[in-house]
């Protein structure tokens, strides 16, 4: 779980003369992660595509052409796998579909040209329909120069006048004008006229006439291109299932046909190696010897094992045979367990773990949605969480969008359990609508208690020192591989500076200088008396807090002799400053809370009892609910009627307080609820990433492709 499945690289040789049933077997198998040959042998060439190779990579080629033009894509496909009795039936209905289509799109490409220029047209001719004047009368003169143009007519007139010229007619339209002149310096005449010329557009007749036929021709064309679409249409619901499936079926078969390329090969021999699962290796080898029998040989090259301390190392079975290879590093196939496995993609955000790393999918899956529940803690959202999660894991065909589903789920569910324990719906107290359950509430989120609120604000730091414990840990395994020394130095090193600083804080050695809810000389500190529980901490003694604080000056040291300089400056960072960045936990905790208890307040009203605790007023008008000793705090939207005396205007002061009270209720916590997503969500993903991963993770790691493809569109027998 911590470590990826331990990988064995092979080596398959045999006959040319059984090549192609072996690259069959391979990919039926779906195990070996082939690598490429390099061509470095002297004597081998990399392989040819087998025969009919060239053929199907046309019809693949053609195949995806025809899907893009359809725009076909999973949500076409019933469920049923389709079959093909022989390769010139896929062949000939393949063919069939794709004169078809391109009959319809080479129409619609040139139905589609017709209407962008006819468009063009009255774009142009537009303008010169206030003018009223036929476009063959604006040009074809030998003496005399029209010009077109957006402008203001009364400033085009002044303009010529002031020029002290007779020869020219200025014709005006809505923002259009046309001047005819002889003689006149227009450019010149028109300085500081905004005078925007337009080109007469090479047609005849009335503008209004020939406007109305292009946007005839228009409509004629749009009605043309929709009724090929149509039919396009037609062909995509009546074949997308057969061209899933035959871009499946020949996809696998350009598959089969390029797989020569990657091996090593003479002129009567190939030879190919790979990476697989150590545990898989008995598998591949009798299904290839129930396939060609003694006709191909099978080796297990090396092992790439895991020493006592945790990191791989080669065992090559064949190493005189294989000395003068260069052993790479095998790809990496995660080995979690099904409930984990989901939260792989937040690890391969960052980056795939390397073969030689610790892989820390398990530690996200324990501490991202129970984190992610504390900050939230709410039944309603954490229900809402769930169902959004499980929609999302439904109608998504990607893998990673189904993982984020299931993480979703995962975080709804924590945002329950703790709103269980925080009596919480939807910001409002389960206790105070008469539910009473055991150990709701035994919880508190601490928006109006102080101590309640430096209990979240310990309990964070508590988690933060775990965390980065477990990832400074995470780290001294992975550097083992570059010796013992360099991973106690690098590690442990700040594995001592954190917990002994915060062991220090939380022992009594100089306690009169420290908060008094950590420790305090009254022993009264937030792990030993608060409103929820007391767990009988009172703080370590003084003798135990010096050792604890000579521990984090050893770890200084170490820091400092591994990293010199560099060391002494990151130890504030590394032992004080990263552990407080957990206190944003706290933070979203009473936000998200207080956000959702005035969304309330302003809903239901409110009242202040005796003991100075805010209180929705659920049961009725404020002023009939406030105990004695109480009083008024806030008077919510929902009773905005409720007090007015009966008739007409009651009545209707009555609706509109519910209704505005509903439409705040819902929209206020729509807004909370997804707030709460982008608040806790990022903010926990950062303190995976930067302070988590940032202790140890490196990541880089190959991912295992192996030969072969599971099918989804088409049977096993399709041939």
């Known amino acids: 779980m911590l470590r990826p499945k331990q990988m064995s690289k092979v080596s ?3 006959s040319k003369a059984v090549l192609e049933d072996v690259v069959e077997e391979l990919h039926d198998l779906n195990l070996v992660h082939i690598t490429d040959y390099d061509g470095s042998w002297e004597g081998f060439e990399n392989g040819n595509p087998l025969e009919g190779g060239e053929e199907v990579s046309g019809k693949l080629v053609q195949v995806r052409a025809v899907l893009n033009t359809l725009d076909v894509d999973d949500e076409d496909f019933d469920g049923d796998a389709h079959g093909f009795e022989t390769r010139d039936e896929l ?23 017709e209407l962008r220029e006819a468009r063009e047209r009255k774009r142009t001719v537009e303008p010169f329909v206030d003018l009223g004047i036929d476009l063959e009368l604006l040009d074809g003169y030998d003496e005399i120069d029209v010009h077109v143009g957006l402008a203001d007519p009364e400033e085009v007139r002044e303009a010529l006048e002031e020029s002290e010229s007779d020869e020219y007619e200025v014709f005006g339209g809505d923002g259009v004008v046309a001047v005819a002149e002889r003689g006149v310096e227009f450019d010149d005449a028109l300085m500081g006229v905004e005078f925007s010329e337009l080109e007469v557009p090479d047609l005849r007749g009335d503008p209004a006439e020939t406007l109305k036929e292009v946007e005839e021709s228009i409509e004629s064309l749009e009605d043309e291109i929709s009724e090929i679409e149509a ?85 090559d079975e064949e190493e005189e045979e294989h000395e003068h290879e260069d052993t790479d590093e095998p790809p990496v196939v995660q080995d979690n367990p099904d409930i984990v496995k989901p939260f792989e993609p937040l690890v391969h955000t960052i980056n795939r773990p390397k073969y030689s790393e610790l892989d820390p999918t398990i530690v996200v899956f324990l501490t991202f949605p129970f984190a992610f529940g504390f900050m939230i803690g709410d039944i309603g959202y954490g229900v809402l969480y769930m169902l959004m999660g ?26 329950v359990i703790f709103g269980y324990l925080y009596d919480d719906l939807f910001g409002v107290y389960l206790s105070d609508i008469g539910i009473h359950l055991p150990l709701a ?26 965390h980065l414990t477990i990832g400074h840990l995470f780290g001294f395994f992975n550097d083992l591989s570059h010796g013992l020394k360099e991973a106690v130095t690098e590690n442990l090193s700040w594995i001592f500076i954190i917990l002994g600083f915060f062991g220090w804080v939380f022992s009594k050695h100089l306690v009169e200088e420290k908060p008094e809810f950590l420790v305090g000389d009254t022993e009264q500190n937030v792990l030993n008396t608060n409103p929820m529980f007391d767990l009988g901490f009172t703080g370590f003694s003084s003798d135990v807090g010096i050792a604890l604080g000579l521990l984090a000056v050893v770890g200084v040291v170490m820091a ?19 552990v407080l960045s957990y206190l944003r936990i706290m933070a979203v905790l009473i936000a998200k809370g207080g956000m959702a208890f005035v969304v309330n307040i302003l809903v239901f009203g409110a009242y202040e009892s005796p003991d100075g605790y ?8 404020p002023t009939e609910v406030v105990p004695e000793g109480g009083e008024v705090a806030f008077t919510g939207l929902v009773w905005l009627g409720l007090g007015a005396d009966g008739g007409a205007l009651g009545i209707l002061l009555l609706v509109v307080g519910l209704v505005a009270a509903v439409a705040v209720f819902a929209l206020g916590h729509v807004i909370v609820l997804l ?22 993770y490196e990541g880089g790691g190959d991912k295992f492709e192996p030969f072969g493809k599971q099918r989804k569109y088409t049977d096993e027998g399709s041939n």
């Open 441 to 466: 509430g035994s919880l508190s989120k601490g928006i109006q208690t102080t101590e309640v609120a430096l209990t979240w604000l310990v309990a964070s730091i508590l988690f933060g020192i775990l």
């Open 390 to 415: 499980y929609g999302v894991y439904k109608v998504s065909d990607s893998e990673v969008l189904q993982a984020l589903g299931i993480i979703g789920v995962w975080a709804g569910i924590f945002t």
């Open 614 to 621: 805010i209180n929705f007023a659920l049961t009725g008008h």
């Open 91 to 113: 062949y000939e209905r393949l063919e069939d579909v794709r004169e078809r289509v391109n009959s319809l799109e080479d129409e619609r490409n040139e139905l589609r040209n």
């Open 12 to 14: 398959v040789a045999g």
């Open 231 to 315: 039919r396009l249409d037609g062909i995509r619901e009546e074949e997308a299932e057969f061209l899933l499936a035959a871009e499946e079926e020949l996809s696998i078969e350009a598959q089969k046909t390029d797989a020569p390329l990657h091996f090593a090969t003479t002129t009567n021999s190939f030879y190919a190696e790979g990476w697989i699962p150590s545990e898989s290796y008995d598998d591949v080898l009798s299904r290839l010897h129930e396939a060609v029998g003694d006709r191909v040989d099978v080796n297990e090259l090396e092992t790439v094992e895991y020493d006592g301390d945790g990191h791989p190392v080669e065992e």
């Open 560 to 578: 400092v002799y591994a990293e010199g300089a560099i060391g002494a400056v990151e130890t504030p960072t590394n032992a004080f400053g990263h």
């Open 675 to 696: 707030l709460g997503i982008t608040a806790a969500g990022i903010q926990m993903v950062r303190l995976e990433y930067v302070e988590f991963f940032g202790k140890f």
